[in-house]
């Protein structure tokens, strides 16, 4: 989530709270929500719950526990109620088992809380922390913690994206999403994915329009202006699926919301919790140039953005998780750069992202034993440069070989840099031309001047 222009700084804090891992969580159950009272009520299961020992179940501070139960019906005892902490947006609680003991596989919860509806009036603030009601929507992001979200002290990692089987009521309200599936027009709906996301919720009295199954919601647009917005997104998935002969398979959701605070006339904010893009007053002439196409920057953008339709949950376990999570879909935002918007934007973007690069020092990816040695600025600058690299050293086309054999290698097993060798041998390169590609852009000492260099030379 990564883009030069400043309307989408906002997105980059959206990576800290929406992490991916393998093991998926399981949730289930009922949630029923009244838009006039703000009132939301939640008859929840959790399962499939890794093996964690240091943990808390957060859930919004604005929820009130009825109980928890296990799988024989009985009341677990937790804390967490008297004098408990919090963590952003929740209460931390956690079960009184045994002090040894790790988190259940599974769990039942109930509980509800009612949050502010406003109508005519305002709060002084609104971010993606909030369960926001307004007269006629209702926006809870994965966030909020509106359902239970499992932190893992001892990894420093929260578990948000959950497959899910639901039934969700709405009374005051006529239309229900939850991001990952599409929205229903009714009171009542079942949602169920097999694919975990996080548990983005959007409901309340609104209109959608849909185009090959993607969608935008909420929507104030024409049908004429939706239809250019969609041709813009079938572009870039096009891009994206030729370039490396896989399939473009996730369903993109483009969400009008509404602030609760005032603001300024013209001034906009969004988030993103993938495949969903929320934006307040959706302002197409805000996206669109006058040709009817994307801005560059835009392009760029969802091209990083919609990359994560290949390196997503999949690819994201081990110390290098990051790398493979951003760098690679920050590496394809390059190629949709290029082929959308021109060999000359690509250039002013690589050689811009330099700048990044001055104080920073970056441990050689061999060398990393934690996954946090990967920051933000080494997974979305340098890596990302790092790849271009590999491309100008060995054709674009030899590049999309490697990746399709590391998401091939990515269904079974966690990805490393041995198997980035495999799949550049497997994809033609020679054996010695990688040992030195490796040698001087991996694990050299000086790896971040010899990228820098290289940068400079084929761009400016
Ligand atoms: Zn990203």
Same mark, same amino acid.
């Given at each position: 989530m990564k883009a030069s222009n400043f309307i989408f700084v906002v997105f980059i804090t959206v990576l800290i709270t929406s992490n991916t891992i393998s093991a998926q969580i399981h949730i289930s159950g009922s949630v029923e929500i009244d838009m006039n009272s703000g009132l939301i009520i939640c008859d929840l299961n959790l399962s499939n719950?890794?093996?964690?020992?240091?943990y808390h179940i957060l859930l919004n501070k604005g929820m009130n526990i009825k109980y928890f139960k296990n799988g024989q019906d009985e009341l677990i005892r937790y804390n967490g109620y008297y004098d408990g902490k919090i963590r952003g947006e929740a209460i931390e609680y956690n079960f009184e088992?045994?002090?040894t003991a790790y988190i259940p596989e599974g769990f039942q919860i109930t509980y509800s809380g009612a949050f502010p509806v406003y109508k005519n009036d305002y709060n002084q603030f609104d971010d993606k922390g909030i369960i926001a009601i307004n007269k006629r929507t209702l926006r809870a992001t994965e966030q909020t913690k509106w359902y239970p979200v499992i932190y893992d002290s001892e990894n420093d @990692?929260?578990?948000?994206s959950y497959s899910y089987d639901l039934m969700i009521g709405i009374k005051g309200g006529n239309t229900i999403f939850i991001n990952g599936t599409a929205p229903k027009r009714a009171t009542d709906a079942h949602f169920v994915s097999e694919k975990p996301f996080p548990l983005l919720l959007f409901a309340g009295n609104y209109n959608f329009i849909e185009n090959h199954g993607d969608y935008i919601l909420n929507t104030l647009v024409t049908k004429e202006n939706a239809e250019v917005i969609f041709e813009n997104i079938e572009l870039i998935k096009n891009n994206l699926s030729n370039n490396l002969g896989l399939e473009f398979t996730d369903n993109i959701y483009l969400i009008n919301h509404t602030a609760i605070n005032k603001r300024r006339k013209g001034s906009s904010w969004g988030f993103n919790t993938y495949p969903t893009f929320a934006f307040t007053g959706l302002d197409f002439e805000k996206l669109i140039d006058a040709d009817g196409k994307f801005f560059d920057h835009h392009f760029r953008y969802f091209g990083h953005e919609f990359g994560h339709n290949y390196f +997503?949950?999949?690819?994201?376990? +081990?110390?290098l998780g990051w790398f493979w999570l951003e760098s690679f879909a920050e590496y394809l935002s390059y190629n949709t750069a290029e082929d959308l918007s021109g060999k000359q934007f690509l250039s002013e973007v690589l050689i811009g992202q330099? @700048?990044?690069?001055?104080d920073d020092n970056f441990i050689p990816l061999n060398q990393i034993?934690?996954?946090?040695?990967? +920051?933000e600025t080494y997974r979305y600058v340098l890596a990302p440069l790092m790849l271009k690299c590999f491309e100008d050293k060995f054709g674009r086309n030899k590049m999309n070989l490697v990746i399709q054999y590391l998401l091939e290698f990515a269904k079974n097993e966690t990805l490393t840099l041995q198997l980035w060798k495999k799949s550049a041998i497997k994809s033609g390169i020679k054996k010695e031309a990688f040992e030195e590609f490796e040698r001087d852009f991996?694990?050299?000492?000086k790896f971040k001047q010899n990228i820098i260099n290289e940068i400079v030379k084929n761009y400016s």
């Open positions: 719950i890794p093996k964690i020992k240091e088992i045994d002090s @990692k929260l578990i948000d +997503g949950s999949n690819v994201m376990s +081990g110390n330099l @700048k990044y690069l001055k034993e934690n996954r946090n040695e990967i +920051g991996i694990t050299d000492e």
